[in-house]
């Protein structure tokens, strides 16, 4: 439960040093890739490196590993911009396959009209003063952390659970069914 809370209360680097996220990293030009026949999972993929690697670091020191589900934000505090599985990992490279397009995520939707549909899709701030801006579509977001996704399994799991108790011949299963 302690891990479910960290991505919310602790700083990109702060998982880091635990070995859960890896902080400031940046997407490494030219290795944006789409799948277009993929329809979700991994239709995305790309390679993030280190904007400013410290002295030693490594991809592979790490609890993220290949086939783990991990979350994709900005360091602007954007969340889940994007989840999906480590493909691979190198010391000084990872790449990431996500459910969700990262570079130019605000686009013009088809029917945009400059004068009568202004309808974008894509990441807008809010200002304390209560004005909002949004950043140039063509601008790729710097900076990005890659955490754990220790949410993944757990949701899995229980969704898998009240699946298999709707089969017929699970053991017990009317049982359950009735005790839901």
């Known amino acids: 439960m302690k891990f479910r809370r960290e991505l919310w209360t602790m700083l990109s680097a702060e998982r880091q040093a635990v070995g859960r996220c890896f902080a400031n990293v940046m997407i490494e030009p030219g290795s944006a890739q789409e799948n277009k026949e993929s329809t979700k ?5 790309y ?9 030693g670091f490594s991809f592979t020191d790490s609890q993220i590993t290949v086939g783990e589900p991990i979350v994709v934000s900005d360091e ?10 480590v493909i691979n990992v190198r010391p000084t490279r990872v790449v ?7 570079q130019n995520a605000r686009r013009k ?9 202004q309808v974008f899709t894509g990441l807008m701030e809010s200002h ?3 004005t909002y801006s949004s950043s140039d579509p063509n601008q790729i977001p710097g900076l990005y952390r890659i955490d754990k996704d220790e949410f993944a399994n757990g949701m899995a799991t229980a969704r898998n659970n009240l699946i298999r108790i ?3 011949d699970l053991f017990k299963a009317r049982e359950l069914r009735q005790l839901i």
Do not use: W
């Open 41 to 45: 999972i991994n239709r995305f993929t």
């Open 128 to 130: 304390p003063d209560g």
């Open 96 to 102: 990431v396959g996500v459910d969700r397009r990262l």
């Open 47 to 55: 390679t993030f490196v280190k904007h400013r690697a410290e002295p």
């Open 76 to 85: 602007k505090g954007h969340f889940n911009l994007a989840s999906g599985y």
């Open 166 to 168: 709707m089969e017929k």
């Open 109 to 117: 939707h088809a029917a945009f009209d400059p004068q009568t549909n």
